[in-house]
């Protein structure tokens, strides 16, 4: 059984830095397309990065590009997004995803999220 646990959320400044991590259980992933995703408040779900678990086809959303990088940790089995120059309209819950590139087409492995605020 997969298993994904956010952690790293919490209160910050506008302009400041959070890193969130995805600890990444229950399989072997080689094969895996890791991403993280976030939901505002009354926003429906969007996508922020994505990475395959094999470190390659990294991609963003237009809102992340250039202020947030994606990337994994191989030995420590996570996935960690490093989100600088954050600014109020990033206030969200921050959800770690996964699929199986093989099978799945979409998401369909979910962690708990992990709430991000950006104070102005």
């Known amino acids: 059984q997969v298993q994904l646990v956010e952690s790293g959320g919490g209160l910050v400044q506008a302009g400041g830095s959070l890193r969130l991590s995805c600890a990444a259980s229950g399989r072997t992933f080689s094969s895996y397309r890791m991403a993280w995703f976030r939901q505002g408040t009354g926003k429906q779900r969007e996508f922020v990065a994505a990475i395959n678990w094999s470190g390659d086809s990294i991609s963003y959303a237009a809102s992340a590009k250039g202020r947030f990088t994606i990337s994994r940790d191989g030995a420590k089995n996570t996935v960690n997004l490093q989100m600088n120059s954050l600014n109020p309209e990033d206030t969200a819950v921050y959800y770690c995803?996964?699929?199986?590139?093989?099978?799945?087409?979409?998401?369909?492995?979910w962690g708990q999220g992990t709430q991000v605020t950006v104070s102005s």
């Open positions: 995803a996964a699929r199986d590139i093989v099978y799945a087409r979409e998401y369909n492995y």
